[in-house]
């Protein structure tokens, strides 16, 4: 592998691409790593036209999804910063596996965030699955950057005469999904409210941002849009190229032709 530049993202494989990075060099990863749920990228499951979803979403299999994780998360312990994070999200299907992996990589689970979104699947025979689970984990506890009153001061309220910064922080997020009506897109992204948030919280300015699975790009675009560097791989050529087209444009959503 090629040496790794910052402010660049690349067409290869997470973990081949982290191995050639040098450790202790990443201030901050948030990433939304495969499913592990036999996911596909077509009209039923998205309700939208399939001419303007990107299929190829690379999926991981359930029995092979424990050691995968494993594997990339020990790449990311390497090359994190003892003053570094991780926010890694994850649906509950394999959060099992993603609990295990982070306890016997050796990361320190902060907070378990759960991000409630505005509707899921409709369901008949079960409870409907409208939130997401993110962990926020850390190499070193006492070492690890948070800034709690950058997005609110201490003393600010709300309407209702309730502390903003404590309403701001607290585990359970109402963020509602975006959805890119006519635009090209991938199956699946973080909302760039949510990402804005965990970067306030977590990074400063020219702080170095990893998404080991890129997608369409919302963690680099979104880093870049704040002044931070950013670094991403993605394995799926078509949404490496739509990752990279955003960044080279720096366009937030692209019109589908």
Not at 12 to 20: F, L, P, R, S, V
Not at 166 to 173: A, Q
Not at 193 to 207: F, P
Not at 247 to 255: E, G, P, Q, S, T
Request: overall charge positive.
């Amino acid at each position: 592998m090629k040496k790794i530049e910052f402010n660049n993202i690349y067409n290869t494989n997470c973990i081949e691409g982290m191995k050639a990075i040098p450790k202790n060099r990443i201030d901050l990863v948030i990433t939304d790593p495969p499913f592990a749920i036999n996911f596909k990228a077509k009209k039923a499951n998205y309700n939208r036209l399939s001419s303007r979803v990107m299929s190829g979403y690379n999926e991981i299999t359930v029995k092979d999804y424990y050691n995968f994780t494993f594997d990339w998360m020990e790449q990311v312990f390497r090359i994190l910063k003892d003053s570094g994070s991780m926010y890694v999200f994850s649906g509950w299907n394999n959060l099992k596996d993603i609990l295990r992996a982070l306890d016997d990589v050796g990361f320190t689970i902060v907070n378990h965030i759960i991000w409630k979104y505005q509707f899921g699947v409709v369901t008949k025979k079960k409870f409907v699955t409208s939130h997401y689970h993110c962990l926020y984990v850390c190499k070193d506890d006492q070492k690890r950057k948070f800034f709690p009153f950058v997005r609110f001061q201490k003393d600010s309220k709300t309407k209702e005469g309730r502390s903003l910064h404590y309403k701001d922080k607290e585990d359970v997020w109402e963020i509602k999904r975006e959805y890119w009506t006519g635009d090209e897109k991938t199956p699946t992204k973080l909302p760039a409210e949510l990402i804005e948030k965990l970067l306030q919280y977590s990074s400063v300015k020219k702080d170095v941002i990893l998404d080991p699975f890129l997608g369409s790009g919302q963690v680099a675009v979104v880093s870049k849009s704040m002044n931070r560097r950013f670094l991403g791989f993605e394995i799926v050529p078509e949404y490496y190229k739509f990752a990279k087209k955003r960044l080279d444009k720096n366009l937030y959503r692209i019109k589908s032709v």
